[in-house]
């Protein structure tokens, strides 16, 4: 790749993090009441796809101990928190633990 085209590729990465924004934001709209509740799904939505993406980093990447390979159930736990009371594998988790 020339020198010329990693700006390119960076300048994608960032369109791709808006797209996800926006996304996260729309989603969080339907259901809720206040402006408030938008603002607290936001968040835990945000903090939930950080934490996923820390689970799948090197453990010298990332503060939250990720190997660098993560589960499939680890990850749709730590992405869906959100919903309190999820079920996995008949295991019920909540965020409230």
Not at 12 to 20: A, E, I
Not at 29 to 49: G, I, Q, Y
Request: glycine share 8%; aromatic share 4%; hydrophobic share 40%.
């Amino acid at each position: 790749m020339t020198r010329s085209c990693a700006p390119l590729r960076g300048d994608g990465r960032v369109k791709n993090l808006f797209s996800v924004a926006s996304s996260v934001v729309s989603l969080s709209a339907r259901s809720a009441a206040t402006p408030e509740e938008l603002c607290t799904a936001v968040r835990a939505r945000l903090a939930s796809l950080s934490k996923a993406h820390a689970l799948t980093l090197p453990a010298s990447h990332s503060n939250e101990g990720g190997e660098g390979v993560a589960s499939i159930q680890a990850l749709l736990v730590t992405l869906l928190w959100f919903y309190d009371g999820i079920a996995v594998n008949g295991q019920r988790h909540s965020r409230t633990r």
